[in-house]
């Protein structure tokens, strides 16, 4: 072994070792909670050029975000050098985009085809159902979207999905999809869900074509395994092929981990992966170099109470850290109450030098528990972002603009014509857009190709032939510019011709003083484009050309995941709250896993099926492992509802976690769920006969087993649901419920 090969190995414990070096058949990894993979991945791919003879452009390593892309793009250049910029590193959505760009020909597309987000998607779907006389309430744009995207992501088509509806339900959604699919051909659109079917399609399409991509990509790696859809599946499989001329496949990923069924992953994938490989190896990672001993236990003492692990259920994650603290527990009161504690213990850890608040984060299941933490915290004077709010790409004023770009590279783009054909206003109201939409229908165009045919609509009135024609040479003149100049110019010309920001800045609303700042800073994101262009793209075949097709790609690829804050790189640090879905993969010094509550988490809506009960423990499991040194796990006795406080017993995952290893800030952990979890943790709720229920009225002495003497001061509800407002004395009166609470008349 050289030095070189020896400096690839070092530091690597016998498993990651094994995983570096593994060829030939194909490889699982098995990659627990702060494992190490994404070293192990990166040494893997730099052991493939400098011991194995591969060459950059052989390798195809496939992540869910970008930002781990990147990351893994400048890991491997510190191990090798600036060759290995030839690869395909590279999200699912990316590659496949690469893929298509190229071979659109081969479906009689226009390579300048748009991409259609889950807002634009959305906006067509609403005009179709407008179309079809129904009604948007009882069926949403939202719920064709997301049964299309389900079918789009099991590879049914709408011809498919036509054949197989058995009745009237499945019989409107095909036939939605079916104009959705061709509102879509017309566009010269693609929605985030064809990217990788098309992909596929034209894989399977053009056995040659896929012989050359399965010739090209000798060694292909695939990131979060688990988190793949049927779609991505069959393209890793058309990718990879079978038989001699295979490809070298390695994949990632924990069965534990899989949190992302809503979004069409099924866990098969990874469960089976010996099934569909059968002779793949597998190795486990078990070593945790992220947390203490003390949170490693709690979390597998959670997901063991799953039995659909497949090879997970063997690993038994351990750490050299050191046992660490206890995990602290808190009960609040109510949702007010737990906020109030977690920002209090915040002050008490950044106040002894035990944690910064850019490595603090908040996770809960809902995002619209974040409101009770932003108001104790904005009283408190923390900072804090939160992640999961109006994105910058998605605010009004970015996506007009936008819109006018994408018409620029695709003079079909529907939506994007229809949303900003009268913004700013020029009189083309709703009668001469009815009327453009009856003559697209009856000549078989695009809407913005009928805008150019606009005197073959009698209908429209001469003001607004007049702003059609002014709107289509605004986007003419911009389209010429794109042909010579970068982004931010063409951005700049359609900001002038429209007179966008005038508009803005003439405005008498104050919110409209932020919104010109964001258009300002769309040309400055555009003007970074180029800049990055002109030093090169991530790798050498595919440097980024400053065009506007180039931009726009680039913007429609920026995902959720990729605008998490870097906790070293904000200046004092902001505490971050978020969902525990976006949490994945993230790790923080100091973790709140908050409404750990029966109905909150586990979620109600996931409470009467096993298998969904058991992908809310491993979110559960993925909150626990989050975090390093500081876990705390707090819930509320009662959450207001409906303007109405509900009682909520604890969630039975706390139920699964070893007493020992928790130490609650109330004299005893709270009551658990009836039924739920393990009996050494605390006591069963104690359900009373409803003839042992004390009859109260306003004014009565009670005693409460914990919080002792009070004053019942309202009362609401009857039989089981029979509630009291209880003033303690030490503060807010309680709410309880009676057949639950231990109270008794005095």
């Avoid at 098309?198 to 010739?215: D, G, K, N």
């Avoid at 936008?402 to 529907?414: G, R």
């Avoid at 606009?454 to 042909?483: H, Y």
């Avoid at 009291?724 to 709410?735: C, H």
Wanted: aromatic fraction near 6%.
């Amino acid at each position: 072994m050289n030095d070189a090969s020896a400096a690839l190995l070092s530091g690597l414990n016998e498993p990651q070792r094994q995983a570096v070096e593994h060829s030939g058949s194909p490889l699982l990894i098995v990659a627990g909670a702060g494992s190490g993979k994404t070293r192990v991945l990166t040494h893997r791919i730099a052991h493939l050029l400098a011991e194995r003879g591969a060459h950059p452009g052989q390798i195809l390593a496939i992540t869910f975000t970008n930002k781990a892309a990147a990351e893994m793009r400048e890991r491997v250049e510190q191990l090798v050098g600036t060759r290995s910029r030839a690869m395909w590193v590279m999200t699912f959505h990316s590659a496949c985009l690469r893929i298509l760009r190229r071979e659109a020909h081969r479906l009689g597309w226009k390579s300048n085809f748009s991409i259609y987000d889950a807002d634009d998607s959305r906006r067509l779907l609403t005009q179709i159902i407008k179309e079809l006389g129904l009604d948007s309430k009882k069926q949403s744009p939202r719920w064709f979207a997301a049964e299309i995207s389900r079918c789009k992501n099991e590879l049914v088509g709408p011809e498919q999905a036509a054949a197989v509806a058995e009745d009237a339900r499945s019989r409107l959604i095909a036939d939605v999809y079916a104009q959705y699919d061709e509102r879509l051909r017309l566009a010269g659109a693609v929605d985030f869900d064809d990217i990788i079917g098309t992909t596929v399609h034209l894989l399977r399409s053009f056995p040659e074509l896929a012989r050359s991509y399965r010739m090209r990509f000798r060694h292909v790696l695939v990131d979060e395994y688990q988190d793949t859809n049927h779609a991505q599946y069959v393209l890793v499989r058309e990718l990879v092929g079978t038989g001699d001329d295979a490809a070298e496949l390695c994949v990632v990923g924990d069965a534990d981990q899989s949190i992302y069924a809503f979004r069409g992953a099924t866990i098969r994938n990874i469960i089976e992966f010996e099934r569909d490989y059968p002779d793949a190896k597998t190795i486990l990672l078990e070593q945790n170099y992220r947390s203490t001993q003390n949170i490693l236990d709690a979390a597998d003492q959670v997901i063991r109470n799953n039995r659909n692990r497949g090879r997970a259920a063997e690993k038994k994650l351990f750490s050299d850290l050191g046992d660490g603290p206890s995990i602290l527990g808190h009960t609040g009161d109510n949702e007010h109450d737990e906020a109030a504690w977690v920002a209090g213990r915040i002050d008490e850890l950044a106040d002894a030098d035990q944690t910064t608040f850019g490595d603090t984060a908040i996770f809960y299941r809902t995002n619209a528990q974040s409101r009770a933490f932003e108001e104790v915290f904005v009283r408190r004077g923390i900072p804090y972002k939160v992640v999961g709010g109006v994105r910058f790409y998605e605010r009004k004023e970015i996506r007009d603009l936008l819109a006018y770009l994408k018409l620029t590279a695709n003079p079909d783009d529907t939506v994007s014509a229809r949303r900003v054909v009268n913004v700013p206003k020029r009189g083309v109201g709703d009668r001469a857009v009815d009327e453009i939409e009856a003559l697209a229908a009856r000549e078989r165009i695009s809407f913005p190709a009928a805008l150019r045919r606009v005197d073959r609509a009698p209908g429209v009135s001469a003001r607004a032939r007049g702003g059609i024609e002014r709107f289509c040479e605004i986007i003419d003149a911009a389209a010429a510019l794109a042909e010579e100049a970068p982004p931010e110019e063409v951005l700049e010309r359609l900001i002038a011709d429209t007179g966008y920001l005038e508009g803005l800045e003439q405005s008498g609303d104050p919110r409209d003083e932020g919104r010109v700042e964001n258009v300002q800073e769309l040309v400055a994101v555009a003007h970074e484009f180029t800049e990055q262009a002109a030093r090169g793209g991530p790798d050498d075949e595919a440097d980024l050309t400053p065009d506007v097709a180039s931009f726009l790609e680039h913007v429609a690829l920026v995902s959720d995941a990729d605008s998490i804050p870097d906790p070293e790189a904000e200046d004092g640090g902001q505490v971050t709250l978020m969902t525990l879905h976006t949490a994945k993969g993230l790790e923080f010094d100091t973790v709140f896993l908050t409404g750990m509550d029966d109905g909150m988490f586990p979620h109600e809506r996931s409470m009467s099926k096993d298998g969904d009960i058991e992908e809310e423990r491993r979110l559960a499991y993925v909150g626990l492992t989050r975090a390093r040194k500081h876990l705390h796990l707090t819930r509320a006795g009662t959450r207001n509802v409906f303007g109405r406080p509900e009682f909520y017993a604890a969630s039975r995952f706390l139920a699964e976690i070893p007493s020992g290893l928790v130490e609650w800030s109330e004299s005893a952990p709270p009551l658990r769920a009836v039924g739920g979890g393990s009996p050494s943790f605390g006591q069963p709720i104690a359900v009373r006969n409803p003839a042992d229920v004390p009859s109260l009225e306003v004014g009565d002495r009670v005693n409460h087993d914990k919080w002792g003497l009070g004053r019942v001061v309202e009362l609401k509800g009857s039989g089981p649901r029979a509630q009291a407002r209880i003033d303690f004395g030490d503060g807010e009166p309680k709410w309880v419920i009676l057949r639950l609470a231990p109270v008794s008349k005095l």
